[in-house]
């Protein structure tokens, strides 16, 4: 996944139990634009929060049913906890349920449904939510 695209690659964490679902994402973030990224993928939430403790992820693709958890509001919690900052999206194949109302009151960032990656999105979502937050310049620099 890592070229010299953009500069220093970002380093995404899919967490899906479906290991099918590490195949696809990685063929469309080939054909994506824009940020190289590094996927690394995991299939539970104990490995998910072991890799977020080791500091090397920048953001984490989040399946929203993790077996034995029953959804994000169980699982997103736990990388929290284990000090992760980054942003965290929640992927699933129904994002039409009310509880995804309440993402940020259990700390993620965002939600995609799995028929809407494409290079595109992902391409938005990494730009999106890596780029720097202050700009070049503040008002601090005029005075």
Known sequence: MSDTRNGTPVRVLLVDDDP???VLLRRKLEKAE???VDLDYVGDIEAAVEKVKSGA???VFLDNRLVPNNDFRETAPQLRQ???IGPIGIISSDISG???EQIREYGVDFKIGKDEIDRTV???IVEEYTKEQLSDTCSE???
């Open 57 to 59: 992820i920048d953001m």
């Open 98 to 100: 009310k509880y995804f």
């Open 82 to 84: 284990a000090g992760f």
């Open 34 to 36: 824009g940020k190289a």
């Open 122 to 124: 992902i391409s938005f």
């Open 141 to 143: 620099d005029y005075m």
């Open 20 to 22: 099918a679902e590490h």
